[in-house]
């Protein structure tokens, strides 16, 4: 038997991290291998990042030989992979440019702006407040916290941004009460990732498409989690009929690499003047090399159906759970990014439930309080998840 301890304890990282974290030493396809040798079962992907799992020796080459030739080079110059993914991202809508960064807080900030500048430019000054809903989750930089409303995460930096209204999520009469040509910018996510996994309805993204053109407020969908695959859809928009004129994304597009992407419609790049926006790292070759890569993979209509495919597999799973087990409150999210709330009071924490999973050999996440999140590597097979819900199944069963 192994005795070696997996956890580091008390890391030198700032104390906002938890102080017994299990560390990772390498995975494998769709397993992770503590620095014990303790094998998990990844229903987690590295927060909905690792969408083709671990190891993959494409990916690691195309990136090795990228790295040979040239690793940055500066936004004074382009290279040949960070032009072909933009190529390749604006095809995906009805985008003219997309302005590459490092993270998703990143994109998100660089929508906003865009968004105000917009208004800006358009109609003057006036026209510079900002809509978000609750339980979104957009990062932690000023900008993207201060269109994320959680007490928790924003109380000790405020004071953020002014001119910020937050409405109920899926609430078209707040929406219609509310909105007007005072506001710049509406951010919102398709699936609430971070904040409890609500989906939007068809009739709120109706009435969000409707009530923005009315305005010409620009519409931004963060499908930083839920873009490129997640729910079997290029982005989760069009699985509800939403018609944003900004997609953000980030967490899969770099392969685990940090790469993020605004992409931005024509009427809004014309606006935009030389050096009002940029980055140093953003768009750099090997970053947007194995984001190629990635996007033919996760774009190609058979992987997208086989995701679709896998996700009515988890629909079927997660219902006998919920019919079996009466602390499971609601299921939530659609595709590969699959919630269960749970009563805690009868359950257990989240946290405790997370902790029993990892004992028994699955790794899962949390969302909101109440919340076990799923988000496996889409490349996940239909046995690998059985595997994992009937080892979530034996954690049920012992409660
Ligand atoms: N937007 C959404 C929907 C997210 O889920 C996240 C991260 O969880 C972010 C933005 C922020 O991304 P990052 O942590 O890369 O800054």
Same mark, same amino acid.
């Given at each position: 038997?192994?005795?070696?301890?997996?956890?580091?304890?008390?890391?030198?990282?700032?104390?906002?991290?938890?102080?017994?974290?299990?560390?990772?030493?390498?995975?494998?396809?769709?397993?992770?291998?503590?620095?014990?040798?303790?094998?998990?079962?990844?229903?987690?992907?590295?927060?909905?990042?690792?969408?083709?799992?671990?190891?993959?020796?494409?990916?690691?080459?195309?990136?090795?030989?990228?790295?040979?030739?040239?690793?940055?080079?500066?936004?004074?110059?382009?290279?040949?992979?960070?032009?072909?993914?933009?190529?390749?991202?604006?095809?995906?809508?009805?985008?003219?440019?997309?302005?590459?960064?490092?993270?998703?807080?990143?994109?998100?900030?660089?929508?906003?702006?865009?968004?105000?500048?917009?208004?800006?430019?358009?109609?003057?000054?006036?026209?510079?407040?900002?809509?978000?809903?609750?339980?979104?989750?957009?990062?932690?930089?000023?900008?993207?916290?201060?269109?994320?409303?959680?007490?928790?995460?924003?109380?000790?930096?405020?004071?953020?941004?002014?001119?910020?209204?937050?409405?109920?999520?899926?609430?078209?009469?707040?929406?219609?009460?509310?909105?007007?040509?005072?506001?710049?910018?509406?951010? +919102?996510?398709?699936?609430? &990732?971070? $904040?409890? @996994? !609500?989906?939007?309805?068809?009739?709120?993204? *109706? #009435?969000?498409?409707? %009530?923005?053109?009315?305005?010409?407020?620009?519409?931004?969908?963060?499908?930083?989690?839920?873009?490129?695959?997640?729910?079997?859809?290029?982005?989760?928009?069009?699985?509800?009929?939403?018609?944003?004129?900004?997609?953000?994304?980030?967490?899969?597009?770099?392969?685990?690499?940090?790469?993020?992407?605004?992409?931005?419609?024509?009427?809004?790049?014309?606006?935009?003047?030389?050096?009002?926006?940029?980055?140093?790292?953003?768009?750099?070759?090997?970053?947007?090399?194995?984001?190629?890569?990635?996007?033919?993979?996760?774009?190609?209509?058979?992987?997208?159906?086989?995701?679709?495919?896998?996700?009515?597999?988890?629909?079927?799973?997660?219902?006998?759970?919920?019919?079996?087990?009466?602390? +499971?409150?609601?299921?939530? &999210?659609? $595709?590969? @990014? !699959?919630?269960?709330?749970?009563?805690?009071? *009868? #359950?257990?924490?989240? %946290?405790?439930?997370?902790?029993?999973?990892?004992?028994?050999?699955?790794?899962?996440?949390?969302?909101?309080?109440?919340?076990?999140?799923?988000?496996?590597?889409?490349?996940?097979?239909?046995?690998?998840?059985?595997?994992?819900?009937?080892?979530?199944?034996?954690?049920?069963?012992?409660?």
């Amino acid at each position: 038997m192994n005795t070696k301890d997996p956890f580091t304890h008390n890391p030198p990282f700032p104390r906002q991290f938890a102080s017994d974290v299990l560390t990772i030493d390498h995975g494998e396809g769709v397993y992770l291998f503590d620095i014990a040798g303790n094998r998990y079962l990844d229903f987690g992907a590295g927060i909905a990042v690792n969408a083709l799992g671990y190891g993959n020796e494409e990916i690691a080459r195309v990136a090795y030989e990228q790295m040979k030739k040239l690793v940055h080079i500066s936004n004074l110059f382009t290279t040949e992979p960070a032009v072909e993914l933009a190529m390749k991202l604006t095809a995906t809508g009805n985008f003219e440019a997309v302005h590459l960064g490092s993270s998703g807080t990143e994109a998100n900030e660089a929508a906003l702006k865009y968004a105000r500048l917009y208004a800006h430019r358009r109609r003057g000054p006036g026209h510079a407040k900002l809509l978000c809903f609750e339980n979104a989750f957009h990062g932690r930089t000023l900008g993207a916290l201060s269109v994320t409303p959680n007490a928790h995460y924003q109380e000790p930096f405020q004071p953020l941004l002014e001119g910020v209204t937050v409405l109920p999520f899926n609430d078209a009469k707040a929406l219609e009460r509310n909105l007007s040509s005072e506001f710049a910018g509406v951010i +919102v996510e398709v699936i609430q &990732g971070e $904040g409890g @996994l !609500r989906v939007m309805t068809e009739a709120f993204a *109706r #009435a969000l498409n409707e %009530a923005c053109a009315r305005y010409d407020v620009i519409l931004i969908a963060d499908e930083v989690q839920t873009g490129l695959a997640r729910t079997g859809y290029p982005y989760a928009s069009s699985m509800v009929g939403l018609t944003p004129d900004i997609i953000t994304l980030a967490k899969p597009l770099g392969g685990g690499l940090p790469l993020s992407a605004t992409l931005i419609p024509a009427k809004v790049n014309q606006l935009i003047r030389t050096g009002e926006h940029g980055t140093t790292f953003g768009g750099g070759p090997v970053t947007t090399a194995v984001a190629s890569r990635i996007l033919d993979r996760v774009l190609d209509p058979a992987v997208l159906a086989e995701v679709r495919r896998k996700a009515a597999l988890l629909d079927e799973g997660l219902a006998r759970l919920a019919a079996r087990y009466p602390f +499971v409150t609601e299921l939530r &999210g659609a $595709g590969m @990014l !699959r919630g269960i709330a749970v009563d805690e009071k *009868r #359950a257990g924490t989240t %946290a405790e439930l997370i902790a029993k999973a990892r004992e028994a050999g699955l790794i899962l996440l949390r969302s909101g309080v109440d919340v076990l999140r799923i988000a496996p590597p889409l490349v996940i097979s239909g046995e690998e998840l059985k595997a994992g819900l009937a080892l979530l199944e034996q954690v049920f069963a012992k409660i």
